[in-house]
């Protein structure tokens, strides 16, 4: 959200009136009339890149101040959010292929840039760096465990990282039994 915050000091001593302020919001600056003497734009309202400032006068029960400008902010870029951090399957088999899947979210409206995610992979709780960035592990054994820590990328921002569940490996054999 966006709050209009003003320190007060009257030469006179009086106290400000404070529901009296009179507040005009300005976006890329223009007047956003709907938002006279609001003192906070909610964050649904704000779209990065836009500029926005205002105006405000207060009121000591007599008098109104001279106008003041606010400083202009701009709206910066919100980062990307990993919702869930999976696998395609959770149930894998050292013949079978591991693949991470993740679900990705951008307040924003920003789309996940997916090349530049940043994918960390653990075999038995150690950093096994040859597989850096790899969305998809083959080659594995039966009893490992693996699990993946993962940061998506806006095309501004990375998101915090998220730590998958930890998969064990099964067998690939299929026991054959036999009866007489």
Known sequence: SLVADWGYNDADGDTEVGASALITWYKNNINQSSYYNVKTILTNDLTKGDVWNYTL???DGTNYSLLVNSGEITIQNVPPVVEAASYVNLVISSNEVLTASWQ????DGDSQITGLANITWYKNGK???SYDNFST???LTKTDNWNY????????????P??????TIRNDIVPIIMFS
């Open 149 to 160: 820590i993962i940061q998506v990328y806006d095309g501004e921002d990375y998101s915090s």
């Open 104 to 107: 990705y979210s951008d307040s």
């Open 57 to 59: 006068q207060v009121y």
């Open 162 to 167: 998220v730590n998958s569940s930890v998969i």
């Open 127 to 129: 950093y096994n760096a």
């Open 137 to 139: 592990l083959s080659a």
